[in-house]
C-alpha cells in the first residue's frame, strides 16, 4: 500500500470536490464519493496479508476461528459505517449521519451475539 498514493488522491480529490461545490453543488459530493471509494478499495486490497497473519497467529495460539471471524466482520462493519457517516456529513446530512452510525453500533452488536454467548457460557462454567 503506497500512503502517498493514497494522501495524494484524497488530497487532490478535496480540492476538486470544493471548487465543483463551489460552482456545482452536487458534483463535488460524487467525486468525493468516488475518491472515498478508491480509497476504500486501495486498502482493502492491501489488507489481504494482514487478514491471513491474523488468521495464522490465531491458529497457532488456539483460538477458534469462529472468534476471529467476528472480530473481523465487526471491523469491516465500523469502517464501512464510518465511511458512509462520513459521505453523509459532507453532503450536510448530519441526522442520517447519525442513524447509519446508530445502525453500524446495532450491526456490531449482532454480529458479536456468538462471542458473547461464548463468554457468558465459559463464565456459567466457572460459576457451577
Known amino acids: 500500500m503506497n500512503i502517498f498514493a493514497i494522501i495524494g488522491t484524497g488530497i487532490?480529490?478535496?480540492?476538486i470536490a470544493a471548487v465543483l461545490r463551489k460552482f456545482?453543488?452536487?458534483t463535488?459530493?460524487?467525486?468525493?464519493?468516488?475518491?472515498s471509494l478508491l480509497i476504500l478499495f486501495a486498502v482493502i486490497s492491501a489488507i489481504s496479508p494482514l487478514t491471513e497473519l491474523i488468521g495464522e497467529l490465531a491458529e497457532a495460539s488456539g483460538t477458534e476461528s469462529a472468534y476471529i471471524a467476528i472480530l473481523m466482520k465487526a471491523l469491516a462493519v465500523c469502517v464501512i459505517t464510518q465511511l458512509a457517516a462520513e459521505s453523509c456529513r459532507d453532503?450536510?446530512?448530519g441526522a442520517i449521519a447519525s442513524k447509519i452510525e446508530f445502525a453500524?453500533?446495532?450491526a456490531v452488536l449482532l454480529?458479536?451475539?456468538p462471542l458473547f454467548s461464548a463468554i457468558f457460557g465459559i463464565?456459567?462454567?466457572?460459576?457451577l
Open 12 to 15: 487532490i480529490a478535496a480540492a
Open 28 to 35: 463535488g459530493l460524487f467525486v468525493s464519493l468516488a475518491a
Open 104 to 106: 453500524g453500533k446495532t
Open 111 to 113: 454480529v458479536s451475539v
Open 123 to 127: 463464565v456459567k462454567e466457572l460459576i
Open 24 to 26: 456545482g453543488g452536487e
Open 91 to 93: 453532503s450536510g446530512e
